[in-house]
């Protein structure tokens, strides 16, 4: 019987590689490429978020920056709001919101494996765009994990 080699790599690897990867538990996976109505809802997210935060000296509302979980998972959300980040290069601490803009290609991948991550690691709040039917599902985090604070068509959420 032959047994399966499955290459195993680390953020050092990943600094070294050509194109836009996620690092997820020492595996590499491919991102999608931009697409325009993608970088438009997310560009007009981080905007908002942006907006909401002009009094706050202590956080950033960031897009697609490297949020280094481990030597062997490093992932990049599409939205992060981050708070007394004390690295230039990469997220460090979990973010205080995160945003993902839900593709056909990354729906598993953000419903269930950044789901797990995010909420493990104690992001406070995760947020699902759906930008098909404009729809957002907001999560925030507990003692028991993320609750779900519900599915949001077309009205602003105040946190």
């Not at 939205?79 to 290069?89: G, K, M, Q, R, V």
């Not at 104690?122 to 907001?138: E, F, H, N, S, T």
Request: net charge negative; hydrophobic share 40%; with cysteine.
């Amino acid at each position: 019987m032959a047994l399966a080699y499955v290459e195993y790599y680390t953020y050092e690897d990943y600094r070294h590689w050509d194109g836009d990867w996620e690092l997820i538990e020492g595996h590499p996976i491919a991102m999608a490429p931009p697409m325009i109505r993608h970088q438009s809802i997310a560009t007009k997210i981080a905007a908002q978020l942006e907006i909401g935060m002009q009094e706050c000296n202590e956080c950033d509302v960031v897009m697609e920056e490297d949020y280094k979980i481990s030597e062997e998972t490093v992932v990049r959300p599409d939205i992060s709001l981050i708070c007394n980040e004390e690295s230039e290069t990469y997220i460090m601490k979990p973010p205080l919101l995160i945003v993902e803009v839900v593709s056909p290609s990354t729906v598993l991948k953000d419903e269930r494996v950044k789901y797990a991550l995010y909420e493990q690691e104690g992001v406070q709040y995760y947020i699902l765009v759906y930008p098909k039917d404009l729809r957002a599902k907001i999560f925030k985090n507990s003692d028991s994990g993320f609750k779900k604070i519900g599915d949001f068509f077309y009205r602003d959420v105040l946190f």
